[in-house]
């Protein structure tokens, strides 16, 4: 250790120009060998992005995902967990020997992406907005970057028809509800989304009206907000299997009060099913649309635009 | 006569004793740094065993690594050039600094429960880094990414010192600074902070308030050499003073009033003692986030194991809490690979049992 110590101070000035140039040097020697074998391994951030790179049969390339990335379950069960995609750790990331990473926008921190790519990692960050175009764009991104161009476009195409169909069913549809998302509760108060979330664009796209669309992001309501947002139906964003007993809702006070309650209108989805904004989002808009509007035939809509 | 003899043989014996003592505290303390330092080289999720760092550490120096090394050892120098080692610099600088803040706190307050934070500099730093990343995105001209590496350190330093000299001007009358003031009113500016800081959660959307709560929880994840080359002249400036600090604040222990009877400076210690810390403190929020427990474990457990004498507690606080940091950060980092856990979860983890087990294992309660 002494002895390490006085070769550094004998040979300080060598040993910065070392270290100045060693990261330049060892990308090529890092990339070489995993772009020979001509095998992509991949570092998968963000729910959608994971569940897309599933959808499109390549998960044998995905090398670690992060906490977000809830579906398929398969996903977090089988592959490393490199932690929540606002907080990544470089060493982390890099411990998996990945060639290239996909995150949503919005994954971070800042330094840790600076140093990554320092490292040479190849890091694509994907627009992440809730709505029918982004799912398209991500998927088609996707498929460049995987050299997937084909099962890409086949996906994109089915997932624009989907989004097609809605709109159309959407236009058959007479009558609004007023639907509140409900994301669980805290201190038995239930936390509603307002607009600028993901659960108002699903709303939107299921026919919807946001009921709690006079205020952004998500809150907790109170009472009488509750009874003056009026919902006709309420939907539980449900994060797992357990979760509040959803049938006694109606028993309490502020809901008690709402349409809703009087016609008993609980709609319970899987919160990653209903906000993840992946493949299956048109699917699940159509869910959503069809548990608001039962009267609507669950076949194709007649008119095809 | 001779009874008075006896008395000063027996005070010389004691004094040698502990000097014995303090040079033996040194001694081990230097080898645990060393040692921790080797530790926290060769672990994290990317295993580099000693045998491996030794043979990096070869190749750096000699300065002709690019030739024949295999790719496996040329990830595992960038992994320990570029990630690891200045994240070990940085632990060893923050622990160092916090915990030498930490004494000096204890000292100039005269009651055990100071710790840095009780400058205001905690909870104006998370108060100012809070308010940026919730309501930062309406500064124009600040886009994400400038946001998280320049205007969030900003702000949480400008708010640390801003709290702080608003607290020492509270505290300060004709040029006398209470001590007492300033720690009730450190008191009820952080009641104040933690409110303004609730309401910009209730305010925040869903990544906002994941910001915030890792912010609070502290991490040396994104660590880099730039960010050490700005923390390590300040924790320079600090570790230089105190050995200027340490007689003034011995003194000081004797009270306010006796110090300046033995012809201390006490305002001019204090203030500068406030500023250093601030500073420092600032500085260490505003890379990684504020990080509990170091400044207040650290200051104790020194004092039950090597006296109150500043001239061995405070150099000894800087090397315990670098070791402290150091090996908790070497943890932080392997506990949930390829994740990291937010430090400030793991110093309260170990310091909160042990510091309770400190306080159990005294036959006598403190008094305040």
Redesign the interface.
């Known amino acids: 250790?002494l002895q390490?110590i006085g070769?550094?101070f004998s040979?300080g000035r060598?040993?910065r120009?070392?270290?100045n140039?060693?990261?330049l040097?060892?990308l090529c020697?890092?990339c070489?060998?995993a772009l020979a074998a001509g095998q992509q391994r991949i570092v998968s951030v963000g729910g959608s992005i994971t569940e897309i790179i599933y959808a499109l049969g390549a998960q044998d390339r995905i090398v670690?995902v992060d906490?977000t990335s809830l579906y398929p379950a398969e996903a977090l069960r089988t592959k490393?967990?490199?932690?929540?995609l606002?907080?990544?750790?470089?060493?982390?990331?890099?411990?998996?020997?990945p060639t290239l990473m996909i995150a949503a926008e919005?994954a971070?921190?800042?330094?840790?992406l600076?140093?990554l790519k320092?490292?040479?990692l190849r890091v694509m960050l994907l627009d992440e907005q809730p709505s029918a175009r982004s799912v398209i764009d991500k998927i088609d991104e996707i498929g460049r970057l995987l050299d997937l161009q084909q099962p890409a476009q086949e996906l994109s195409a089915k997932v624009r028809k989907e989004f097609e169909d809605l709109d159309a069913r959407r236009k058959t549809i007479a009558k609004r509800l007023r639907v509140m998302v409900i994301l669980g509760f805290q201190n038995g108060r239930a936390m509603a989304a307002g607009r600028?979330?993901a659960a108002d664009a699903m709303i939107a796209l299921a026919g919807g009206i946001n009921a709690a669309g006079a205020m952004?992001?998500?809150?907790q309501l109170s009472d009488e907000a509750i009874i003056d947002a009026a919902p006709d139906a309420v939907v539980m964003a449900q994060r797992g299997d357990d979760d509040v007993l959803p049938a006694s809702i109606f028993d309490q006070g502020a809901f008690k009060a709402t349409p809703a309650a009087a016609t008993h209108n609980l709609i319970q989805m899987n919160a990653n099913y209903l906000l993840g904004f992946g493949p299956r989002t048109a699917q699940a808009a159509q869910d959503l649309m069809l548990r608001l509007y039962p009267a609507m035939s669950p076949a194709k809509p007649a008119t095809k635009p | 006569m001779s009874s008075e003899t006896a008395t000063a043989a027996q005070l010389r014996s004691f004094v040698a004793g502990r000097k014995r003592r303090t040079h033996l505290g040194f001694l081990i303390l230097a080898l645990v740094v060393i040692l921790s330092i080797v530790v926290a080289l060769t672990s994290g999720p990317i295993s580099i065993s000693p045998q491996r760092l030794w043979a990096l550490a070869r190749s750096a120096f000699d300065g002709q690594s690019s030739g024949q090394t295999s790719p496996g050892l040329a990830r595992d120098a960038l992994v320990l050039f570029n990630i690891r080692l200045p994240r070990i610099v940085l632990a060893l600088l923050l622990g160092a600094a916090l915990g030498v803040s930490g004494t000096v706190m204890q000292g100039l307050f005269r009651n055990p429960l100071a710790d840095p934070g009780i400058v205001g500099i905690s909870s104006g730093a998370a108060l100012a880094a809070a308010l940026m990343i919730v309501l930062g995105h309406h500064i124009p001209g600040v886009d994400p990414a400038l946001m998280q590496t320049v205007a969030l350190p900003l702000a949480a330093f400008l708010g640390g010192l801003t709290a702080t000299l608003f607290l020492y001007g509270i505290a300060t009358r004709e040029g006398q600074t209470s001590v007492a003031t300033m720690l009730l009113a450190g008191i009820a500016l952080a009641a104040l902070a933690m409110a303004c800081i609730g309401l910009l959660i209730f305010i925040s959307d869903d990544r906002q308030l994941r910001d915030i709560t890792f912010w609070t929880l502290g991490s040396l994840g994104g660590a880099n050499w730039q960010k050490v080359a700005v923390v390590a002249p300040i924790v320079a400036l600090l570790l230089g003073a105190t050995p200027l600090l340490a007689r003034g604040m011995n003194a000081l222990s004797l009270g306010e009033a006796a110090a300046f009877h033995l012809g201390v400076p006490v305002q001019i210690i204090k203030t500068v003692c406030i500023v250093l810390v601030a500073l420092a403190v600032g500085v260490s929020v505003a890379v990684a986030g504020t990080i509990g427990f170091v400044g207040i474990v650290v200051p104790h457990l020194l004092r039950l194991a090597v006296g109150a004498d500043h001239r061995t507690l405070l150099p000894m606080s800087a090397m315990a809490g670098a070791v402290l940091l150091v090996i908790a950060d070497a943890i932080a980092r392997t506990i949930v690979a390829p994740a990291d856990l937010p430090i400030g979860i793991l110093t309260a983890l170990i310091g909160g049992p042990f510091f309770l087990w400190l306080l159990l294992r005294r036959n006598r309660n403190i008094d305040l």
């Not at chain 1, 971070?108 to 840790?112: I, L, R, S, V, W």
């Open positions: 250790m390490a070769w550094a040979n060598r040993a120009r070392a270290r140039m060693l990261p040097a060892l020697a890092a070489a060998p670690a906490t490393p967990n490199v932690g929540y606002r907080q990544l750790s470089a060493e982390g990331v890099l411990s998996q020997t919005g971070g921190p800042a330094d840790t600076g140093l320092s490292a040479g600028k979330t952004d992001n998500y809150k």
